[in-house]
């Protein structure tokens, strides 16, 4: 049995090699009133250093005891000690394991004690092992360690998940600071971290330029490591969208450098300052918005390049000048050579600015303003493909409308149709027509190419329509308005505790424990100020 020792609160000092470095207030006076009452049930764990002694294990504990005596009693009050001679590293161990094996760690000090040991010397393998964690969860507590001060402070209060905090631990320095400018104060959550990143970062698809362009970069998308769909990506497990480029300066300088690409591969067949337009030319437009006071910013990279190509000698116009902002043609459609051939039609490069203000480039076939002579110059097919398309758009508009006109009908009879009869076998495939739309299971219920629209999948298989519907009421509560919306909020409580009811009440059990903490604290404060609860004055 290890020997007890009282000694002196005022020859223990606290180590700086433990990484736990916050201590509830609330919590830690709640410990002392149980240590005036009962005593202190547990020694701390202490060694020596010089004249003087560290503590090794057990300075929650140390605090909530000094916190009875005082500054004053510090120099007289004893607390039990386990003394114990141990070198740094014993003794850093020893804090490492007694705060990794807390249920309330802090996950920050969690991504420091990680840290510490790999400072050290030791993997994530030996660590992950070491204390029954993955290696991917030792790494991504690791890299919280990146994180912007402000976000540090939330993910520690609790503001910002954990899942958020992963995510963000990936940009740069720069753009943390950014996301912790721009996002709520009260709660930031994976979504909220996901929409700044579709907005931040560029989505490579939409650039144009083949696979095979390097740029400045001299790196391909598809081999670079800031590619999103790469799993070399920081990324690669975070963003489930389209592939998307996570350096914005690389991505700006790929892109100006594709847009003179473009240029200068067309410079033989650009429209120059002072020449006619003729058929057969390419013609630099800008368009900078809508209205007629629409500008770019004088700092634009938009406004930049324009000015460039101007300089450059080329013809440089404001589409909707020249050109009507409507028509265009595609590549294949059959009716362009005669266009192009006549001087109707005209291959535009047209410089615009998208709405997070970077600069855009889009290639396209145009219709001249004000001329109406396109259908003149049509062949008989290429008239009756016009006509043909004209037909089908027509019908298409005449079923826009009925509908619309359905929807009127339907919202002033809900009430009268809305009866108590039994569903029919036609309302029962309606209904399960209107879920699996609405949830997109087409995969999971095994709805094939094959098996035609839903609608007719629906009609020959009504015996699914207690799998549809439960499938719609599992969708329904993983939607995000469950958290917000009170009746969803209980519905999807009685139910997951109904179908999960381990996994649900472990949740429940991690969420209300340090509620009751907080809960308590605020109703005694109110007490001592004479109210209850609510917030009722008591009589």
């Known amino acids: 049995m290890k020997e007890i020792e009282r000694i002196s609160l005022g020859l223990i000092d606290t180590s700086p090699m433990n990484p736990r470095k916050t201590f509830d207030a609330d919590a830690l006076r709640e410990l002392s009133e149980n240590i005036r009452e009962q005593g202190l049930l547990q020694p701390i764990t202490v060694r020596p250093v010089g004249e003087r002694y560290e503590i090794v294990c057990g300075e929650r504990r140390y605090r909530a005891y000094a916190m009875i005596y005082g500054e004053e009693g510090m120099a007289i009050a004893t607390i039990p000690c386990i003394v114990r001679e141990m070198t740094d590293e014993q003794a850093f161990d020893a804090m490492i394991a007694e705060n990794l094996q807390r249920k309330d760690v802090d996950p920050m000090e969690e991504a420091s004690a990680f840290s510490m040991l790999i400072e050290r010397g030791d993997s994530m393998e030996d ?281 009127e009908l339907a919202s002033e009879r809900i009430e009268t149709l809305a009866n108590g009869n039994p569903l029919s076998a036609e309302d029962m495939a309606a209904l399960m027509t209107l879920v699996v739309m609405g949830i997109g299971e087409r995969k999971t219920l095994g709805i094939g190419d094959g098996d035609g629209d839903v609608m007719s999948w629906a009609s020959s298989h009504l015996y699914e329509f207690d799998r549809v519907m439960r499938l719609f009421m599992l969708h329904s509560m993983a939607e995000r308005k469950c958290m917000w919306d009170p009746t969803l909020n209980r519905l999807q409580l009685a139910t997951l505790e109904r179908l999960l009811p381990e996994e649900t009440d472990e949740i429940i059990n991690g969420c209300e424990v340090p509620m009751q903490a907080k809960l308590a604290k605020i109703e005694k404060e109110l007490a001592e100020l004479g109210y209850d609860k609510n917030g009722k004055k008591v009589e």
Request: charged share 30%; proline share 3%.
């Open 127 to 407: 660590i992950a092992t070491r204390f029954g964690k993955s290696v991917r969860f030792v790494g991504d507590r690791i890299r919280l360690n990146r994180l912007d001060d402000r976000l540090k402070h939330k993910v520690s209060d609790g503001s910002m998940t954990l899942g958020a905090a992963r995510m963000a631990s990936r940009l740069t320095p720069q753009e943390q600071g950014m996301l912790a400018d721009d996002v709520d104060e009260d709660r930031v959550s994976v979504d909220d971290v996901n929409t700044w990143c579709d907005v931040h970062f560029m989505v490579i698809e939409r650039t144009g330029w083949p696979d095979g362009f390097k740029g400045p970069c001299q790196c391909e998308c598809s081999a670079c490591e800031f590619n999103s769909a790469n799993e070399g990506c920081l990324f690669h497990d975070m963003l489930t969208n389209s592939a998307k480029c996570t350096r914005r300066e690389k991505f700006n300088a790929k892109r100006i450098a594709w847009y003179h690409q473009v240029i200068d591969d067309n410079d033989d067949v650009l429209l120059r300052k002072g020449d006619p337009l003729e058929s057969g030319k390419t013609v630099i437009t800008y368009d900078p918005g809508y209205g007629p006071a629409a500008a770019f910013d004088p700092d634009s990279q938009s406004k930049a390049f324009v000015d460039e190509m101007v300089s450059r000698g080329y013809e440089v116009r404001l589409i909707s000048d020249l050109f009507e902002r409507w028509t265009w043609y595609s590549d294949d459609d059959e009716r362009l050579p005669e266009l192009i051939s006549r001087g109707i039609a005209y291959r535009v490069i047209n410089i615009g600015q998208g709405y997070t203000g970077d600069m855009t480039m889009t290639v396209s076939y145009r219709k001249l303003k004000g001329d109406e002579s396109a259908e003149a110059a049509e062949t008989p097919e290429l008239k009756a493909k016009r006509l043909a398309e004209r037909h089908i758009d027509l019908r298409r508009r005449c079923m826009e409308d009925i509908s619309g006109r359905l929807c």
